[in-house]
């Protein structure tokens, strides 16, 4: 791929690799050559193509192109809500955008009610998906016409035209047979159906909304981005969205270490699991039963047998577990300088620890020790595992050593000193 920059940031024509999820990585010609050998593409098969970084023109832009050739016809894409323009061969980060749309949509708000469209000629604008005519898509307002429509993909474009100078709704070309086009006071006894009438109420009203709308055909379509005061799409507006749905969903103590945990030099994977120790989706035996689920022989906890598995007795109450603190705990020595109530606690050693490099490394060992315990109680469900004290204890140790190491890559900590004294391996305490 060619690559011709902006001004400000021109530089000589290089290769690039677009992935799916649109990071864009320089490419060596060596590194293409083994690209080229991995996919196993044929040279033949492959064409030069010239695209344009950051054009003002947004049609020729790079991701306008990269879309286009990936996802067919992404802007109906975007706005219209169907499933049915999902293709196969859609990449999963697509098809999670699409899919996660339809659950917002079930709850009122979508991404495509932040889309609104500034409807000049129609060509762009989607008849039934976009916002165009009042603020609401027309699928929403007129939900028993949409269901009778044959063609829910037609712009306004397609169901307009002009006799003499007089614009024509062909609203028969959208309908399919059962939707009478009559005027609505006749039609009342063609449909005796309570939704019948419903559905010659909708056309009537739809035809009283159509009236006096005119297309300008010297100009195109615009869109506007509703969550932003210029109309202009900004990434920070989803960010601060998402920041209000989290208020919503979980109380400010939660979203506080969420938020810490996100900054936290571990692997993803591991911040997964502690995410969601803390918004409280473990698959414990006892939540999996509230929610129907009941193919276990016990739901008792795995370490003692004698008391149900629940997030609070799995990981603070049984005795099982309480050994494991109390011996982390002592392994921190006095260094520590909070109680182990305090210690098990996350949010108390936030409060508690003033030093930031003390509070990482507790927060390091904290998340540790959820997680080896975690693991242990999986091994001895799905593989047939026994517990072992020891290996839960020398896990922990390793595993906070670990991501310590990556947390602070330049001053190299010995598992030696990690062992004998995790907290002084922080000089700067
Ligand atoms: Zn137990």
Redesign the pocket.
Known sequence: MTSILDDDIVQIPGMYAVTDDLAIAPLTPVLALGLLNRFKTPLTDLKEKVVIIRDKEEDKAIWSRFLLVRYHNPKIKVLALSKDLLNRDDSRWWRDIVLNDFKEDELGEGFTDWVSCEFKNGYNTLFWHSCWLIDQPLRVSFPHLFVRTINKLCAVSDIVSWNNGVILWNLESIFGTDVSLSPAPNAFNQFPSVMSTVVVEELRDLKALLQGVVPDNLAKDEFRWNLTSNADFKLSSVSILVSNAKELAWSLPIINMLDIIRKITIPAKIKILTWRFFINPLPLKVQLVNRGVSNFTSID?I?????P?SLE??FY?????KAVWKRIYTWLDDEVKISLEEFKSFGSIQEKKKNINIKATLNTIWIALIWCTWKMRNTIIFDNGLFNFDEVISNIMFFSWRWSCNREPHSRISFYDWYKLPLLCNKTH
């Not at 370490?303 to 008391?307: G, L």
């Not at 109450?317 to 577990?321: G, P, R, S, Y």
């Open positions: 906890c370490f003692c047998s004698t008391h598995e007795h799995l109450h049984c005795h099982v577990t």
